[in-house]
């Protein structure tokens, strides 16, 4: 196993924990219940996770899917949905935060006067550490639970970088998939600290959960290496039908366009819409998302159309020209690898083809 490989899988690893047990303590800071550290206990699926890939994949990554990106999600959401949840987090209060932090500062140079007196390094360092704590507590929970946000989403970009490729991805799919990621990533943070922070919906419990679930949804597309990788044809009788000729040539755009109908654009153009048409809340920023979730919508439908159209012209040429074409596969001829019931239903799918153009004159013989 190079070491290269085993340090990028346990650092990457290791900083998923960290910040899985920040969001934990955050938790049980809010709750002010012990009970909560209990969700530590999710980290233990990432450590066996970990185990299994550095014996099994001796550290590399899977083929379409990475567990460990999944499993970082499944530690930390609990811890996110019980801070935005939680009633602590829907208002500061009149600055309380500033305060607590001066006082805080006051405690630091006493107790870094102090250890020069008295006490060594170490006890300074404990005292240092000790003061730090305090002082990141005093920070409103509003605060923090932003934080968590932006730090959970930036670190699914940063860790699906650091974590080591498989043979099946190449690092330009994995370049153009980091790009997509931080697309998304904006996205999704905007689409949830900008409808939570509406002070109806924070008053209404039902349409907090409705509105975390989505972004839970939207989460899942992360730890999906499909945006970039194709699926690859073999030259065998199922692979020539239409279907599968549709999905062997544009797996990766049909995903793309998948992603942005059902997980991302479609169901947050829905959120929107239902606070603007049923709980009639509007403001300048919900109103110019929607639009947008809109156009991005319409121009998903229109990419998918001339997909459609593309790909209906090629099997229309094709099956004049007596071949059947397997991307990426070289093209068959029909009278010795397609079967009747293929002709039948290539005949079917191109069943209104365009006006032929004026024969030309029959060459000389």
């Known amino acids: 196993m190079e070491l290269m490989v085993l340090l990028n899988a346990l650092v990457t690893r290791l900083l998923f924990v960290l910040h899985s047990l920040i969001g934990v303590w955050r938790v049980t800071a809010a709750k002010k219940e012990p009970k909560y550290w209990l ?23 899977y083929k379409w899917f990475s567990p460990a990106i999944f499993l970082y999600l499944i530690c930390t959401v609990p811890s996110l949905w019980l801070l935005e949840i939680h009633h602590g987090t829907q208002y500061c209060g009149n600055e309380p935060g500033t305060v607590q932090v001066n006082v805080s500062n006051q405690d630091f140079n006493q107790s870094k006067d102090s ?20 002082q990141l507590s005093t920070i409103c929970e509003t605060v923090w639970t932003l934080a968590l946000h932006q730090t959970f989403l930036l670190l699914l970009v940063v860790g699906r970088w650091l974590l080591p490729i498989g043979v099946e991805i190449t690092r330009d799919q994995l370049s153009q998939l980091l790009l997509m990621f931080v697309g998304t990533a904006a996205d999704i943070l905007e689409f949830a600290s900008e409808t939570l922070d509406i002070e109806d919906v924070r008053k209404n419990y039902a349409l907090i959960n409705a509105i975390l679930a989505v972004w839970t949804w939207s989460m899942l597309q992360f730890p999906l290496d499909l945006a970039v ?46 606070l603007m048409g049923h709980f009639r809340i509007f403001n300048q920023m919900l109103v110019f998302f929607t639009a947008k979730n809109i156009l991005v919508v319409t121009l998903q439908l229109y990419r998918l159309a001339v997909i459609m159209l593309d790909f209906r012209a090629t099997i229309l040429q094709k099956s004049r020209k007596g071949e059947v074409c397997c991307c990426p596969c070289e093209p068959y001829e029909a009278s010795t690898h397609a079967t009747a019931d293929q002709d039948t239903e290539m005949k079917d799918f191109a069943a209104f083809p365009p006006k032929e153009e004026s024969k030309a004159p029959p060459e000389d013989q």
């Not at 999710?42 to 099994?56: A, H, P, Q, V, Y």
């Not at 065998?236 to 654009?265: H, K, M």
């Open 39 to 61: 969700l530590a206990l999710l980290n233990l699926l990432l450590c066996l996770e970990t185990g299994l890939t550095l014996k099994f994949k001796q550290g590399r990554g």
């Open 115 to 134: 250890s020069h007196g008295s006490e060594g390094t170490d006890h300074h360092i404990i005292q240092t550490a000790k003061v730090f704590v305090n």
């Open 229 to 274: 990788q194709h699926i690859g044809c073999k030259p065998t009788a199922s692979t020539r039908r239409i279907p599968n000729l549709l999905l062997c040539r544009y797996s990766a755009e049909l995903w793309n366009i998948g992603v942005s109908l059902f997980i991302q654009d479609g169901p947050f153009f829905i959120v929107r819409s239902i």
